[in-house]
């Protein structure tokens, strides 16, 4: 029986991109040169990498010119992603990290990196040579904005079919626009965007350094929270994550990460017309913000209950850098919200499913989402008043497809169940070896690697890693953070027989 997905059109697209991932290894290289370190552990897998995508391109005919399907799209996008990060985990293992000794840690800590969760398997990060430190924030860095949208801006071929491989990497059900663009403009726009947030946020760190206002804020340090903070990952080269950075820093930190959870293509339409009344208009944007102040709130009343900070200055502060790290996705902290009253943890916890916009570089539901389907739960509320009335769903003025809804309605409930199983999952394998996992943890686990958020809950916590957790179970989440990252349908579809039949 013929295939109904043209897998060689998928395969030839995977070696374009892998050829490119190859040249991403020499950024380590030269910063291993730099500190008398080898360069081994990133030139024998940066040749890998381009061997691998010269050789899919010479094994598959030249397919340029042919349509790319929503079938060939989610082929692309799940292999892509399986794929990096087994190129990335090899520095770790070729390099003699001894904390990354075991492939498993090695495949989560690059698959944490790439899909920008932030999770660790490490127990001393400071432990970590520079150049393995790098190496660990530039895969942050490249997951932050997707791989595949860097590929398309930079490679003419994947224009062919583009715009429904620029949607299959954007997380998030929004639109593209401005429509009339073209998908390797669609595609710049985003990196400049990103570029952009992650360079004025590094230079706006390092000056906090260079004036002394934070004199541990080293131009590595400024450039690893940076790109963290906008690719909303989290991984920071302090074990303390942000906890011992002075306040104004964490100020521009949680700044940073609120730029970073709003459409990026929203910021380059504002930065081209200047017209911030329309920006504010954006019903999603408008949510967004909202979510993240009543967190704040519901934080900050424990916080000063609790007597848990002492100053109006720090408790606003603490209690506003964590409700937008884990809203955000990136998951940096600068309190150790396990130890704090069940109130913040459960927030916490609901925090993790919310996420920011669409057309971000957040994981986890995305605001738009929930807006749409409490959108839709009024309409059928109305509908029961009144059968007979025509009532559109709305989101900033603009009626959204039916299909757009069943879509969302899909989206989350195939997320919700894809959670439990998870967290089911976790349980089981804790059992099996006599684990003593709790079943708050464990739901903290799933929920953060599902979301992409990173830390979770007792030894997870935002000071501590998942080292504990069984091979098993970090392969489970390793698998949860793929799926949060590729919005989990391009995973879901290749296990369904519709998907290769005709």
Sequence with gaps: ????????????????????????????????????????????????????????????????????????????????????????ALPFLLGGVKQLSDPVDAYFESMSGFTATGATVLTHIDALARDMLFWRQLTHWLGGMGIIILAVAILPRLRVGGRRLLQGEIQGPGELEPLGATVRDLARRLWKVYVGVSAAGALALAVVGWTGLDPTMKPFDAFSYATSAAATGGFAPDPESVRLLAPITQWIICALMVIAGINLLRIHSLLLSRRLCAFARDDELRLYLALLVLGSLVIVIELFGSQTVHGVESGVRAASFQAVSVMTTTGFASLDWTKLGPLVTLTLLLLMFVGASSGSTTGSVKVVRYLMLARLARRELEHALHPEIVVPVRVSGVAIDESALRSAVMF???????????????????????????????????????????PAFGSAGPFGSYAEFTDLSKVMLSVLMLLGRVEIVPIAVLFTRSFWGR
Excluded: H
Aim: aromatic share 8%.
């Design 412 to 454: 989350v409930v195939l997320y919700l169940f894809v959670f439990a199983l998870g967290a089911l999952s976790l349980l089981l394998d804790a059992r099996r070896v006599g684990g003593q996992l709790g079943a708050f943890e464990a739901l903290g686990a799933a929920a953060s690697c599902l979301g992409n958020v990173g």
């Design 1 to 88: 029986m013929p295939l109904g997905v043209d897998v060689l059109v998928a395969l030839d697209l995977v070696g374009a991109v892998l050829k490119w991932l190859a040249l991403a290894f020499a950024a380590p290289v030269a910063v291993a040169l730099a500190n008398g370190e080898s360069t081994l552990p990133f030139l024998i897998p940066g040749i890998a990498v381009g061997l691998a995508g010269l050789g899919l391109d010479r094994l598959t005919p030249d397919r340029t010119g042919l349509a790319l399907g929503p079938r060939e799209v989610f082929l692309v996008v799940a292999v892509i992603w399986v794929l990096v990060p087994a190129f990335g």
